[in-house]
């Protein structure tokens, strides 16, 4: 059975420490969908971490890891954070293995990304310009290139390869007009990848499952947040990809009665990076505070987080579409200094309460937040490990978060470091 951990809110909730920590007890650890524009920092003996495409699995020396079929790929940028992970002492050898079907993310991609930001100017989306959106779009039109095209060594497939690239070239220029791009060199580049890659590469559905099926303990590791699901977040105002709890079955070829737990990954307080609508942020001292002791940038870009107070507004859909087992709240401890914290509770559109997010983006940017006021604790938390320890207060907010959503909590991050996680 498989236990999955998947963002609650709009991402960065902190994802990344609970698999870790989690990859202690399992055999693999997977990437279901998103590309290199996700980002996840994880402390291990005082060594920073940075995950972008790569499983955070990839931590544990026991743990088996796969980038699965709904992630799209972008090469270089594969081989990049593993040599990242090299300099740092982190030995990945024979433990990393990447989907046949998983789609291509090429410059090109890249490129058509930051034209189609630059064509919508003032309503642009806010993309991280990795060549993600584009990749899914091209998978969508089935003019799309998936890895076994690369690394096939089937008679003709390279010329097949070659056709298929350069189709996907001239397809984007047809879009967005002439622009630099040597597709030669690119070529070039591509035929030394796939030797390179090749070794990494396997079918994910028979991966999956025969671990699975041998009861090997399997962990799942969703990139992104429900409220950037292609589907169910702030259209368009979200990622190309489902975030939610879909994108896992899709993601690996994997059956629904197969998910044992999921976990969805909740921060103490909301943030969001990009553009889109965000109806509890604070645009004052009390957002600077959460951006900087919250230390508020993004692994990725390095963008500064939008940042507010906690919307169970947001938290309550994304439990009702991913049907959490269980919760881990995290960075609790970067509200240790407020004397009183507010949550969100409702909002109020036109003289009517209402308890779910809205579909209409021009309701959401318009609607008044009923929020609750809680007592804060005032007090560091940062090195309680049990949670009986915990100020009254804390376990107050932790209560109230809990009977709202109507899903236990079973993981408090109190601080960046591993340890620094209290299981209930």
Known sequence: MATVVIGAQWGDEGKGKLVDILCDQVDVCARCQGGNNAGHTIVVAGVEYDFHMLPSGLVNPNCVN?????????????????????????????????????????????????????????????????????????????????????????????????????????????????????????????KALADRVRPYVTDSVEFMNDALDANKRVLVEGANALMLDLDFGTYPFVTSSNTSIGGVCTGLGIAPQKLKSIIGVVKAYTTRVGAGPFPTEQLNAIGETLQNVGREYGVTTGRKRRCGWLDLVVVKYSARINGYTSINITKLDILDSFTEIKVAVAYHYNGKRMTSFPEDLRVVEKVEVEYVTLKGWSTSIADITSFDALPTETKAYLKFIEDFIGVKISYIGVGPARSAMIQV
């Open 66 to 190: 796969l980038v699965g079929t709904g992630v799209v790929v972008h090469v270089p940028s594969f081989f990049s954070e593993l040599e990242d992970m090299a300099a740092k002492g982190l030995d990945t050898t024979g433990r990393l293995f990447l989907s046949s079907r998983s789609h291509l993310v090429f410059d090109v991609h890249q490129i058509a990304d930051g034209l189609h930001e630059a064509e919508l100017s003032a309503g642009a989306l806010g993309t991280t310009r990795r060549g993600i959106g584009p990749a899914y779009s091209t998978k969508a039109t089935r003019s799309g290139i998936r890895v076994h095209h690369l690394v096939s060594q089937e008679p003709g497939a390279w010329d097949e390869f070659v056709a298929r690239f350069r189709a996907l070239v001239d397809a984007f220029h047809k879009r967005y007009g002439s622009f630099d791009y040597d597709v030669d060199a690119e070529l070039v580049r591509y």
